[in-house]
């Protein structure tokens, strides 16, 4: 009796293990593939329409001088008006010149000494010859005569030298405008001590023409250097400026290309040249450098939001074989309204993907659709 409830049992567990193994067996079967995601796309085009591509600048003079002292001494006299225009020669400081003028009379004084000494010694040597002619004296005292004669000329020499030395920190003691142009706020006033070569008096520099100097991805070298070449050809407005929200009424023209890329931007230094009629430009302004577009030379276009963008990087999604999309990076250049210029990295022609990139992922595979904003 036992032994058949025993077996009864058995029989019994058994099929519930069954039972629960089938189940299991159930739960645990994979889950559908998600479905392909669905895209629209749009072909890369060609456009010929007129824009400026910017660049931030800064604005520098052609021409500027720290103006230092060349002697040390107290300031005498501040001879203009700070932030005045100054014209080439202009005085505008004075050194007490006391010292050096001091130094210069007791230059000429020893060069009169000097002088003196090889008169008498020239007289010394002639009558020493005029001796020897008549074997009157021994040949050496002529020859020391001729040797102190040589030796008093050299010091007459060094005293002539001596007094363009002092006489040129005379000069010193006046500090002249370099070229005509516009003076800043004086650093120093009357009474003030300046040493040589290192106090900075003021700056001076020129303000009739000023330079804009930005820099240019190494791309570019080919398309500004034939600006560079064909600029008397160009047309006032292919370069011009913005300063702040508000644009300079006068263009400029492009002067010259820097000798050498930078190795650690990749990009080189290009200057352009403004007229400054109005005084309106100031060296060291931060503005805005705008160069208009080559109408010769056809831009690719995509819409602006094709692109995406990861850590300062811009990429779009290109569908490839097999419907699969590849991540593609780009470099872009001007917006044109719901368009982008794409300066490198696409070709006209290729489709990019313009909805439905969001959660797409490099190599998957999708579905084309048509657009639905059409």
């Known amino acids: 009796m036992n032994k058949r409830i025993w077996k009864q049992g058995l029989q019994y567990t058994c099929l519930i293990l069954c039972i629960g193994a089938t189940s299991c067996k159930s739960n645990t079967s994979a889950p559908p593939a998600p479905p392909t995601p669905q895209v629209s796309v749009q072909q890369a085009a060609l456009s010929d329409e007129n824009y400026y591509d910017e660049y931030p600048a800064t604005i520098t003079p052609l021409n500027q001088v720290d103006l230092k002292p060349q002697v040390s001494g107290f300031i005498t006299g501040v001879y203009f008006k700070d932030g005045a225009r100054v014209r080439k020669g202009q005085l505008l400081y004075a050194i007490d010149q006391q010292l050096y003028h001091a130094n210069y009379e007791q230059a000429v004084a020893n060069l009169k000494v000097q002088q003196a000494n090889e008169a008498k010694a020239q007289k010394d040597a002639n009558r020493y010859h005029e001796l020897d002619k008549y074997d009157a004296v021994a ?83 080919l398309r500004f250097g034939k600006l560079l070449k064909d600029k008397t050809d160009i047309r006032d407005s292919v370069f011009t400026l913005t300063i702040g929200d508000t644009e300079y009424p006068y263009p400029g023209s492009i002067s010259l290309i820097d000798r050498a890329v930078n190795p650690q931007t990749g990009t080189i230094k290009v200057r352009i040249v403004f007229p400054n009629k109005e005084d309106l430009l100031k060296a060291g302004m931060n503005v805005t450098m705008r160069v208009k577009s080559n109408n010769a030379e056809k831009s690719v276009v995509i819409p602006y939001k094709a692109v995406t963008e990861q850590l300062g990087e811009y990429f779009v999604y290109v569908p490839g074989d097999s419907s699969k999309v590849s991540q593609r990076k780009i470099s872009l250049g001007k917006q044109l309204g719901f368009n982008v210029i794409v300066k490198d990295g696409l070709q006209a022609g290729e489709n990019v993907v313009i909805q439905g990139q969001q959660n797409l992922k490099e190599g998957m595979k999708v579905k084309i659709v048509p657009n639905s904003t059409h």
Do not use: H, M
Request: hydrophobic share 45%.
């Open 139 to 221: 040949k050496q005292l002529v020859d020391n005569a001729d040797a102190a004669l040589e030796v008093s000329k050299k010091q007459a020499d060094a005293a002539r030298a001596n007094i363009r030395a002092v006489q040129t920190n005379v000069n010193y003691t006046k500090v002249f405008a370099p070229f005509d142009g516009v003076i800043g706020i004086s650093l120093v006033k009357p009474g003030a001590a300046v040493t040589a070569g290192q106090t900075l008096l003021n700056t001076v520099s020129s303000d009739n023409l000023l330079a804009v100097d930005f820099n240019v991805d190494q791309k570019e070298i």
